[in-house]
C-alpha cells in the first residue's frame, strides 16, 4: 500500500488515505501536473491478476468518463502503477449518504425527497445514455456540505442487460438489490429505482427495509416479502410521499414508476400535496401515484388530483314527517315527479359512452379519438417540466368514466416546460452557478479550462451566454476555470543572464535575479535557478536566477621568486595595484627577482596595492673573485671606455 507522498505513475503524489472497499483503496492524492486534488482509487493487488476484477475496474472509468453531470462524481484519468490498476477521480469535500443516514436519520421529508431527486437526476442522466448504475446505495453518494449528492463508484454499471458474473454470482450490495437482481434476472433502469425507493425509504426511517443474517437471506426478503410502511417507523411521514415509497418498492419492476422522470414528478406533487382531509372524500388517483398505499385512517387520504373533481358526501339525516293530513297529495305529486326523473335519467343514460382514456397521448391524436366516440374537446394549455409539448397531461372527464355522447372533453395539453433566460453567472463559483441555473429548470454541463485572471472553480461564461432565452430543461454549459495554466520550468543554469531570462520569459514565467561572487564562473553567468528545472508553476509565475558578480576580496597571489616583469603582470591581472621597492643582493642570481611581497597571501579587495621587493645586485660591491675577469659597470670609472680591469 502506497504510504504518504508516495508518487503513482509519476503524477500523483499520495497525502493520506481516505477508505478501503471491497475491490480497492481510496486516497487523496494531489495531482501534480494539474495542481489539485484527486480521489485516486487503487485496486487491491489481490485481484490485479484477475481478468473479471481487473474488467469491472476498467469499466467503472470507461462508464463514469462519459458521464459529465453536476450530480455524477467525474473521471479524470486511469492507468496502471506498480503491478496494480487506478482510476482518479473528482476529490469532494463532504460525507457519504451512508454516514448522514447514520449521523441523523430519520431525516425530513423534504430534505429526503430532495436529496433523492438529484439522485434520480443522475440516474436520469445514465440510463439516457444506456449506463445502469447496478448498485446503488448511500454509501456510493457524496453529499457536500451545500447539501449537494453526487453519485459515485460506478464499478458494475455496464450498457446492457445481464450483471451476472461468468461465474453466475449476482453484484451489488444485498440490502439495496431490485427483486430482479436477486434472482439473477436481466436487469434495467427500473433496477436502479428500486435501489433508489430502498434508498429514499432508509432516509426516511433510519433502517433498510430488508435485513438479515446473510445475503442470501436478504436476497430472498427483497423477492418474496413486503416493507412495512415508513410512516409506522416516521410519523412525518405523508400518505402521498408514502406511496411513492411503495410504489418504487414494487416486485414487478412494469408497477414502478416507467423512469426516473416520473419517479421525480411524483416526489415533486407528493411534496406539494396536503396532508389530511377532513370528511369522507372521493378522489381520482394522482397521476403515478399507488392509491392502494394513499390512506392509512378515516382522515387521510390521498393527495388531491392534478386533474379530477372532489364529490363530499355527507348525511343530513330523515326529512321532517308531515303533520297536517291534507297534504296527501303533495306526497303523491313528489312521487310522480320522482318517478318521471328516474324515467328521464334512466332513458338520458342510455345515450352515455364511455370516455377514452387519452392521457400520455399528443393532441392530434386524442382529439381524432374522442371524436370518433362523439365527444367534443376543449384545450386547455399548461406547462409542464415533466412532458413533450403537445402532449395530453390531463383530461376531464376522466378516462374510464361514462359522459353524454356529444358533450366535451375537456383536454391539459403540456405547452412544454416554458422558457427561461440564463443569468449572468460569471465569477461565481461553480456549485452556486449551477444551482442557480437548475432552479430556473436549466441542465447544467460543465467544461474545465485554464484562465490567468479567472480564479479555480469559478465560472468564465456560460454556453450560450447570458440573457439567451432557452426552453426550461435545455442544457447551458458552465465554462470553469482551472486557475492559472501550470508549466514545466527549463534549466537555465550555465546559461549568460541574457540568455536565460529570454528563455525562461519564451516560456510563459516572469524573472528576477540576484547576484552572488564567484572567483571561477565569468560574471553574468547564471550560478543557481529558483524553482529547479522541470517544476511545474502556473504559467506567469516568477523564477529567481542566481547570478554571478566579480568578488570584492580575492585571493592575493604568491609572486616570491618570480622575475619582475612576471610578478607584476600576474598582480596587474588579478586587479591589484603593484608598488615596487629593490633590495641590493649579493649573487647576479637574485638579480631581478621577487624577494618578498606584502601583503603575502590572504585576500585583498580588488584595486588594492601589493608592494613587491625585487632583488639588485651590484657588482662594484660584491667583485667577483676570479682574477683577470673584466666587469662592465655602468658608470663607473677606470679605462676610457668605462671597464675596470681587476688584475
Known amino acids: 500500500m502506497p504510504t504518504t507522498s508516495t508518487i503513482i505513475d509519476g503524477r500523483y503524489r499520495v497525502v493520506r488515505r481516505v477508505g478501503s472497499g471491497g475491490m480497492a483503496d481510496v486516497f487523496c492524492a ?8 484527486v480521489a485516486l482509487k487503487l485496486l487491491h493487488r489481490r485481484f490485479a491478476e484477475d481478468a473479471e476484477f481487473v474488467e469491472r475496474f476498467r ?8 458521464l459529465q453531470h453536476p450530480h455524477v462524481v467525474s473521471v479524470y484519468d486511469r492507468g496502471e502503477w506498480d503491478g496494480t490498476y487506478y482510476i482518479a477521480m473528482e476529490y469532494l469535500e463532504g460525507r457519504t449518504l451512508k ?3 447514520v449521523d441523523e436519520a430519520p431525516l425530513d421529508p423534504s430534505r429526503a425527497t430532495d436529496l433523492t431527486i438529484q439522485i434520480l437526476r443522475a440516474a436520469r442522466f445514465a440510463h439516457k445514455r444506456g449506463i445502469i448504475h447496478r448498485d446503488l446505495k448511500p454509501h456510493n453518494v457524496i453529499v457536500d456540505d451545500e447539501g449537494r449528492a453526487k453519485v459515485t463508484d460506478f464499478g458494475i454499471a455496464r450498457a446492457g442487460a445481464s450483471d451476472m458474473t461468468q461465474t453466475g454470482s449476482i453484484m451489488g450490495t444485498a440490502q439495496y438489490l431490485s427483486p430482479e437482481q436477486a434472482q439473477g434476472h436481466a436487469v434495467h433502469a427500473s433496477s436502479d429505482l428500486y435501489s433508489i425507493g430502498i434508498i429514499l425509504y432508509e432516509m426516511l426511517t433510519g433502517r433498510v427495509p430488508f435485513d438479515g443474517e446473510s445475503a442470501v437471506t436478504i436476497a430472498l426478503k427483497q423477492v418474496s416479502e413486503t416493507p412495512e410502511p415508513p410512516s ?25 414508476f416507467a423512469d426516473a422522470d416520473e419517479f421525480i414528478s411524483a416526489l415533486e406533487h407528493a411534496g406539494a400535496a396536503p396532508q389530511h382531509t377532513a370528511g369522507i372524500t372521493a378522489l381520482a388517483p394522482a397521476a403515478g401515484v399507488a392509491a392502494a398505499y394513499a390512506a392509512t385512517d378515516a382522515t387521510s387520504v390521498a393527495p388531491p388530483p392534478v386533474y379530477g373533481e372532489e364529490v363530499v358526501v355527507e348525511d343530513r339525516g330523515p326529512l321532517p314527517p308531515d303533520e297536517g293530513g291534507g297534504s296527501w297529495w303533495i306526497a303523491l305529486l313528489i312521487g310522480l315527479l320522482v318517478t318521471a326523473a328516474l324515467l328521464f335519467f334512466l332513458l338520458r343514460g342510455s345515450d352515455k359512452v364511455e370516455v377514452p382514456n387519452v392521457v400520455g397521448n399528443p393532441e392530434p391524436e386524442a382529439t381524432l379519438v374522442l371524436k370518433r366516440k362523439g365527444f367534443s374537446t376543449d384545450i386547455v394549455n399548461k406547462e409542464s417540466a415533466d412532458r413533450p409539448k403537445g402532449t395530453v397531461i390531463g383530461q376531464d372527464p376522466a378516462g374510464g368514466s ?8 375537456t383536454l391539459v395539453v403540456s405547452a412544454g416546460p416554458g422558457t427561461a433566460r440564463v443569468p449572468e453567472v460569471e465569477g461565481e463559483g461553480r456549485n452556486t452557478a449551477a444551482k442557480e441555473l437548475e432552479k430556473l429548470g436549466l441542465n447544467v454541463e460543465e467544461v474545465e479550462q485554464f484562465d490567468d485572471t479567472v480564479g479555480t472553480d469559478r465560472v468564465i461564461e456560460t454556453r450560450p451566454a447570458a440573457g439567451t432565452e432557452l426552453e426550461k430543461g435545455s442544457t447551458v454549459t458552465l465554462v470553469v476555470s482551472k486557475g492559472k495554466e501550470r508549466l514545466g520550468v527549463p534549466g537555465v543554469v550555465g546559461q549568460t543572464e541574457e540568455d536565460a531570462r529570454t528563455t525562461l520569459e519564451d516560456a510563459g514565467f516572469r524573472v528576477s535575479t540576484k547576484e552572488q561572487e564567484s572567483e571561477d564562473k565569468d560574471p553574468g553567468t547564471v550560478l543557481a535557478q529558483d524553482p529547479d528545472a522541470g517544476t511545474r508553476l502556473p504559467k506567469g509565475s516568477t523564477v529567481t536566477l542566481t547570478v554571478a558578480k566579480e568578488p570584492a576580496d580575492v585571493a592575493v597571489p604568491d609572486v616570491v621568486g618570480k622575475d619582475q616583469a612576471d610578478a607584476t603582470d600576474q598582480l596587474s591581472g588579478d586587479g591589484f595595484r603593484v608598488s615596487t621597492e629593490e ?3 649579493t649573487t647576479p642570481d637574485d638579480d631581478g627577482k621577487v624577494l618578498k611581497q ?21 657588482p662594484d660591491l660584491n667583485p667577483d673573485p676570479g682574477a683577470g675577469q673584466t666587469t662592465t659597470t655602468p658608470g663607473g670609472t677606470g679605462g676610457a671606455d668605462g671597464t675596470t680591469t681587476t688584475p
Open 402 to 409: 361514462r359522459a353524454d355522447k356529444g358533450s366535451t372533453v
Open 99 to 101: 454516514r448522514v443516514i
Open 232 to 256: 409506522r417507523f416516521n410519523a412525518a411521514v405523508s400518505p402521498a410521499l408514502e406511496a411513492v415509497v411503495m410504489r418504487a418498492l414494487e416486485k414487478d419492476p412494469h408497477r414502478r
Open 598 to 618: 606584502d601583503p603575502s597571501g590572504g585576500r585583498a579587495k580588488k584595486g588594492s596595492r601589493v608592494t613587491i621587493t625585487v632583488g639588485r645586485f651590484n
Open 30 to 37: 494531489e495531482d501534480l501536473q494539474l495542481g489539485r486534488n
Open 583 to 585: 633590495q641590493e643582493v
Open 59 to 66: 469499466r467503472e472509468a470507461s462508464s463514469a468518463a462519459g
